[in-house]
């Protein structure tokens, strides 16, 4: 069975530093994975996947994601926080024998300092 | 181009009653998901179709649990007796088809509240 962990239900970080936000994952085939931001009041927006190819992913806003397959992780980086990153983020796993239904973790808030 | 629409955007009822959740998918998309979102959790996967079939209902919780596409555009979910456990945010999603790589677009959700 596949399943996310996103390690910290919330992390804050000051404004211009960097974002860190953790996602392991658990598949017993290859997976494919997403990052999907959630602002307020707003439906999940994809920030970035992967699919195989490429192993670091470069998404929207300045966001990037590294695959590394030896440690299952797809941590979700930025090099300098915005105020406008504040919001819900959300990694997710998917897979081709499995009607590529997502499954989530549980997120991570992302709370920036001025 | 439009999005992925969701009505209604609140919905309160009572333990006991019928609801229903409509979801429009962007045009021309021929995969859409069903999605439920408790407070504080990710989304949860209830329904998938492919066109005007449901290729995967695994997710749905129960037999009070319904949902339909039977045009292969529009999709109702709908949820009988409801339990004051069925209280989340309902989400759609809707995607080219369901290839290995298309990105699924969500709605805003319906935020359904059973008192």
């Known amino acids: 069975a596949q399943s996310v962990t996103q390690l910290g239900s919330h992390v804050s970080v000051s404004e211009g530093a960097l974002v860190l936000l953790r996602c392991n994952y658990s598949?017993?085939?290859?997976?494919?994975l997403f990052w999907y931001v959630q602002y307020p009041n707003q439906g999940l927006q994809l920030l970035l996947k992967?699919?195989?190819?490429?192993?670091l992913v470069k998404g929207i806003n300045g966001f990037e994601a590294e695959f590394k397959k030896s440690e299952t992780s797809f941590h979700l980086t930025k090099p300098s926080a915005h105020m406008s990153d504040a919001a819900e983020y959300f990694c997710a796993v998917s897979r081709m024998d499995s009607s590529y239904k997502l499954i989530f973790g549980s997120g991570t808030r992302l709370l920036v300092r001025p | 181009g439009a999005g992925v629409s969701q009505t209604p955007s609140n919905k309160v009822t009572e333990k006991g009653k019928y609801v229903e959740l409509r979801c429009d998918p962007i045009?021309?998309?021929?995969?859409l998901y069903w999605y439920r979102q408790s407070l504080g959790q990710g989304p949860e996967f209830l329904i998938y179709?492919?066109?005007?079939?449901?290729?995967?209902d695994s997710g749905l919780p129960n037999d009070r649990f319904f949902a339909v596409r039977p045009e292969g555009s529009v999709s109702t979910l709908k949820i009988q007796r409801t339990e004051r456990g069925d209280s989340a945010v309902y989400l759609c999603?809707?995607?080219?088809?369901?290839?290995?790589?298309?990105?699924?677009?969500f709605g805003p959700g319906t935020r359904l509240t059973v008192l």
């Open positions: 179709f492919q066109g005007t079939g449901a290729a995967d």
């Open positions: 598949s017993s085939v290859p997976p494919y």
């Open positions: 999603a809707s995607s080219t088809n369901s290839g290995s790589t298309d990105t699924q677009y």
């Open positions: 992967y699919t195989s190819a490429a192993t």
């Open positions: 045009s021309g998309h021929t995969a």
